[in-house]
């Protein structure tokens, strides 16, 4: 039972992923940058629908249309990666984690920071 | 919410093409979330994950099985570099058994900046040995609570076990410019690690 007050979903996440947990493709990260890349979005979801009006104002990060929209980074994940194989959606592939970063990102990042000061 | 989100500054510049993240990580009440809001340029957001755990004793009314669910909050932030880079800021909890959620936020983050509160040191322990065990680097940072107790850092670094090359800073997580501060000996910290394992 929802507790009154709670603004949650009405209906439990499994539900807006049509029972899937697992998302479509593993190459979503929490950083990885998306954007609406149009398309008829008459036909889907509302949650997808969702997704989509967040998604065409600019570029955000996975987890920032997870934070916007209040659903778990799980289920987000799920409803992009649908969206991005419908063709919906398209993402900006983050730094892969089995290698170093580049030396220049960390420059970049250590120069960003200091001009913060 | 349509007016909220149109408002400046929720998207990204469109130039921007590369996303990186560092973990603000530490125990209960240390001050993730103060560093996190500090810091960012969009209000911090939050995003809930319903962890479910089995085997927990529980007295259902409804003769639901012996499951419990824990919510577990994440706080984010963002901080446009420049006109191509933006950096994430994860704060997180520091249990160990949201194993999923650690492995989903260590996923390529750069490192991670340990908050430490001096009247609870031993309590940064379990945190630091998750990082170790997933392989991240990190720097500690003392997170300045009014009142708490001032140690040298040569007794904070025994206390915490620190390795020689590990920095350890202080910061006032309310403080734009102490935080920022607290990040760069981070991020100078992973800059030369990576070239010597370059090198």
Same mark, same amino acid.
């Given at each position: 039972m929802t507790p009154p007050g709670k603004k949650r979903g009405l209906v439990r996440p499994y539900v807006i992923t049509d029972g899937r947990a697992?998302?479509?493709?593993?190459?979503? @990260?929490? =950083?990885?940058?998306?954007?609406? +890349?149009?398309?008829?979005?008459?036909?889907?979801?509302?949650?997808?629908?969702? =997704?989509?009006?967040?998604?065409?104002?600019?570029? #955000?990060? &996975?987890?920032? &249309?997870?934070?916007?929209l209040r659903i778990p980074v799980s289920v987000t994940k799920v409803l992009l990666s649908d969206l991005v194989d419908s063709g919906h959606i398209v993402t900006r592939s983050p730094i892969p984690s089995a290698e170093l970063p580049e030396p220049q990102i960390l420059q970049e990042v250590l120069d960003g920071l200091r001009a913060r000061l | 919410m349509g007016s909220v989100l149109a408002s400046d500054g929720v998207y990204l510049p469109d130039t921007v093409q590369t996303a990186v993240k560092l973990l603000v990580v530490g125990h209960f009440a240390v001050g993730k979330t103060t560093f996190v809001g500090t810091l960012s340029e969009i209000r911090p957001l939050r995003t809930e994950e319903t962890m479910t755990q089995a085997g927990a004793l529980t007295d259902d009314l409804a003769g639901v099985p012996d499951k419990t669910t824990t919510t577990v909050a994440m706080d984010f932030g963002r901080l446009t570099l420049n006109d191509h880079l933006v950096l994430y800021l994860f704060g997180a909890p520091g249990q160990r058994r949201f194993t999923q959620l650690w492995r989903d936020m260590t996923y390529g983050a750069l490192g991670a900046l340990v908050l430490a509160d001096t009247r609870r040191l031993e309590h940064s322990f379990d945190v630091m040995g998750l990082?170790?065990?997933?392989?991240?680097?990190?720097?500690?940072? =003392?997170?300045? $609570?009014?009142?708490?107790? &001032? $140690? +040298?850092?040569?007794? #904070?670094?025994?206390?915490? @076990? #620190? #390795?020689?090359?590990?920095?350890? &800073?202080?910061? @006032? +997580?309310? @403080?734009?410019?102490?935080?920022t501060q607290a990040l760069i000996s981070l991020v100078q910290y992973l800059y030369s690690r990576n070239r010597q394992e370059r090198a």
């Open positions: 697992h998302p479509t493709r593993n190459t979503l @990260d929490l =950083v990885t940058l998306v954007i609406a +890349a149009g398309g008829e979005t008459g036909g889907l979801s509302p949650e997808k629908r969702r =997704v989509m009006e967040l998604c065409r104002g600019g570029s #955000l990060s &996975v987890a920032e &249309v997870a934070g916007h | 990082l170790e065990e997933h392989g991240l680097p990190y720097a500690v940072a =003392v997170n300045h $609570f009014d009142g708490a107790p &001032v $140690f +040298a850092e040569e007794e #904070l670094r025994e206390a915490l @076990d #620190l #390795l020689p090359e590990t920095p350890l &800073v202080t910061c @006032d +997580a309310r @403080d734009r410019r102490s935080s």
